[in-house]
C-alpha cells in the first residue's frame, strides 16, 4: 500500500527539515521510499519600520508499506534459500 507522510518546519523555532525527515526514515527502515517532495519559502514584510522575514520548509514523503501477503511471501523465499 503506497502511503504519504507530511512534514513541516518553521524556521528557527522547529526542528530542521531534513532532522525531521532522517529521524521518520530511521523509524521506519521496514517501508520502501518511493520520493520525498521539498518546498522552501520566504517570505519578508516591512510596515512602518517594523520588518521581518518568514521561512517555511515542507516535505512530502511518499512510501510503500510492504502487505502483510508480500511480506510471508519474501519470508518464504528466504527459507527456501537456506
Known amino acids: 500500500m503506497i ?10 523555532s522547529d526542528a530542521a527539515i531534513d ?15 518511493i520520493d520525498i517532495k521539498f518546498q522552501s519559502n520566504v517570505s519578508a514584510v ?8 518568514y521561512w517555511h520548509s515542507s516535505a512530502l514523503i511518499i512510501y510503500k508499506v510492504p ?7 519474501i519470508k518464504s523465499k528466504e527459507k527456501i534459500k537456506k
Do not use: C, H
Open 19 to 33: 532532522d525531521q525527515i532522517n529521524s521518520w526514515l530511521a523509524e521506519n527502515p521496514d517501508i520502501m521510499l
Open 67 to 73: 502487505s502483510e501477503n508480500n511480506m510471508r511471501s
Open 3 to 12: 502511503k504519504t507522510v507530511f512534514l513541516s518546519s518553521d524556521y528557527p
Open 46 to 53: 516591512a510596515d512602518s519600520g517594523v520588518s521581518a522575514e
